[in-house]
């Protein structure tokens, strides 16, 4: 069983740093990608910024040239970053990992994991 682990929430000033790190436990077996997602306030969750294996790094609209992400291949280790916060950007924050897995018993096949989110508040 895959886990994810997220950290580096809590409460940050409008203009500090945030970092966010989102930690892979288990038996990973190929990684198609990593991602950070967000839910704010009222809002439906959504893609912040996915690295895909072997591909682009993808960004939202709204976190291009604000959030930056980057992914230990070796350890898969998931780090947002962002030195540019707005009180908009106050949301849960969420780690999710796609993996390719070959099981034995249940062949091949794609599976999704989500941690359980860690709440980020941006005070202005």
């Given at each position: 069983q895959v886990h994810l682990v997220e950290s580096g929430g809590g409460l940050v000033q409008s203009?500090?740093?945030?970092?966010?790190?989102?930690?892979?436990y288990g038996?990973?077996?190929?990684?198609?990608?990593m991602a950070w997602y967000r839910q704010?306030?009222?809002g439906q969750r959504e893609l912040v910024a996915r690295v895909v294996n072997g591909g682009p790094t993808e960004y939202?609209?709204?976190?291009?040239d604000r959030f930056f992400v980057n992914r230990d291949t070796?350890?898969?280790?998931?780090?947002l970053e962002s030195s540019?916060?707005?009180s908009d950007d106050t949301a849960?924050?969420?780690?999710?990992l796609q993996e390719r897995r070959r099981d034995f018993d249940k062949g091949v096949r794609i599976v999704e994991y989500w941690g359980e989110g860690t709440q980020v508040t941006v005070a202005s």
């Open positions: 203009g500090e740093i945030l970092t966010l790190v989102c930690r892979t038996n990973v077996q190929t990684v198609e990608n704010c306030p009222g939202a609209d709204f976190a291009k070796h350890r898969n280790i998931l780090v540019d916060l707005k849960v924050y969420y780690c999710f």
